[in-house]
């Protein structure tokens, strides 16, 4: 069974700082992965996403991750951030081959301040 | 294109009624799923339909139902509601030969 672990819960960084949020899965087939962003009281929006090809992948607002086979790694990073980039952040996984229901982490609360 | 659409918002139930929350995907989406989000459980897949059929199930008791319409419309049914029925009910859509989930706005659950 695959698991998703979004190693930090909250992530505390002030405004202009480089931010990197964590994730690390496991499964024993190959995989798709996100990461989706959460503003309050809306509904989930694709930031980027892994399928296949480079393992750098740039999203929107900035925002890149770096696919990493051997350490089974999906880090989200950013090199500086805005106040409006305060939200809660998710890591999600589907298997290839397998239905595309996504496994997602628990999130990580990105707190940016002045 | 408009997005991923979910009526109602808002929704307040008591306990033991049953509740229909709908879902419209992106125009030429024919794939609809619908998780559930929870502080303490988070965000928890309940179930996929493809063409009018439940292709994929998460691990829900059989309360939780759905279905899928011709026009690719979905429902989601919860019966005999529980106070851990409160959620927040998020539907995604996706298009054929892509892997990416896109998602609505959510309809708030809350049983009392």
């Known amino acids: 069974a695959q698991s998703v672990t979004q190693l930090d819960s909250q992530v505390p960084v002030f405004e202009e700082a480089p931010v990197e949020l964590r994730c690390n899965y496991s499964?024993?087939?190959?995989?798709?992965l996100f990461w989706y962003v959460q503003y309050p009281n809306q509904g989930l929006q694709l930031l980027l996403k892994y399928l296949s090809g480079s393992t750098l992948v740039k999203g929107i607002n900035g925002f890149e991750a770096e696919f990493n086979k051997s350490q089974t790694s999906f880090h989200l990073r950013k090199p500086s951030v805005h106040i409006s980039d305060t939200a809660e952040y998710f890591c999600?996984?589907?298997?290839?081959?397998?239905?595309?229901?996504?496994?997602f982490g628990k999130g990580t609360s990105l707190l940016v301040t002045p | 294109k408009a997005g991923v659409t979910q009526t109602p918002r808002y929704l307040i139930k008591t306990r033991g009624q049953q509740v229909t929350l709908s879902c419209s995907p992106i125009s030429g989406h024919r794939s609809v799923s619908w998780y559930q989000q929870t502080p303490g459980q988070g965000l928890q897949f309940l179930f996929e339909y493809f063409s009018e059929t439940q292709r994929n199930k998460g691990n829900f008791p059989g309360r939780f139902s759905g279905r899928q319409f011709s026009n690719s419309r979905s429902e989601m049914n919860v019966s005999t509601l529980e106070l851990g029925d409160s959620a927040l009910y998020l539907c995604?859509?996706?298009?054929?030969?892509?892997?990416?989930?896109?998602f609505g706005p959510g309809t708030r659950l809350t049983v009392l």
């Open positions: 999600a996984v589907s298997e290839q081959n397998s239905g595309y229901a996504l496994n």
């Open positions: 499964s024993s087939v190959s995989v798709y």
């Open positions: 995604a859509s996706r298009g054929l030969l892509t892997d990416t989930q896109y």
